[in-house]
């Protein structure tokens, strides 16, 4: 037969019950309603503050990427630093394969980096007596290898200039996890050497 519980063994179970109680209803009522969402709004905060960072890293690149296409127009004995000549569309075919290539080159960097998307892009060379190729690419990119790729771009021949440079997050990683690949759009562009009979204003 089952003895009587004693008036301690009562009050030790009945404080082991509200403690489970209080324990339960400190979950319930304040880790998932306060404490839960405000670790995961740090979280986050701390990723875009890390994304932020990248991004101006990239963007303080475009300085001298610009004094780079003043010095390569004011440059006329650096004939490889001109795309080949030939028909606009045939050499932006071209550049469109060279840039996969150099991207082919920085995918096994990091998070890796891969070319979603590319297309020639028209241009308006009226006004300039060199003829200007431009190549849009989307790529999916971490930060790792796309400074490379730009690295690359600013250095080897032909030179060829971001005109456009875009980074996005990712909307399927951009609540959790790091940061991982980015979308970036970038804008290429490449000089064709002046049509004979032009002269070179040197701007």
């Known amino acids: 037969m089952r003895r009587s519980l004693t008036r301690t063994e009562r009050r030790a179970c009945a404080l082991l019950i509200l403690g489970a109680l209080a324990v339960s209803a400190y979950w319930l009522l304040i880790a998932s309603w ?12 701390s990723q875009l503050r890390e994304v932020q960072h990248d991004n101006a890293q990239l963007l303080a690149r475009r300085g001298s990427l610009e004094r780079r296409l003043d010095a390569v127009r004011m440059d006329s004995s650096g004939a490889d ?41 028209l241009s308006d060379a009226s006004a300039e007596p ?3 190729v431009k ?31 875009s980074v996005q997050r990712r909307p399927e990683v951009a609540s959790h996890g790091p940061a991982g690949r980015l979308t970036v759009h970038v804008l290429v562009r490449g000089y064709l050497p002046p049509a004979p009979g032009v002269k070179s204003t040197g701007a």
């Not at 930060?143 to 030179?159: D, K």
């Open 81 to 121: 630093s001109l795309l080949p000549t030939g028909d606009p569309s045939a050499v932006a075919a071209d550049l469109m394969q060279h840039l996969a290539d150099q991207v082919s080159d920085v995918a096994n960097l990091g998070a890796g980096c891969s070319v979603q998307q590319r297309m020639p892009m």
């Open 130 to 132: 060199y003829v200007p």
């Open 34 to 45: 306060f404490t839960g969402p405000l670790a995961s709004i740090n979280e986050q905060i």
């Open 135 to 165: 190549v849009s690419l989307t790529l999916e990119c971490a930060t790792q290898p796309l400074v490379s790729l730009l690295h690359a771009l600013e250095t080897q021949r032909p030179m060829l200039f971001v005109e456009h440079l």
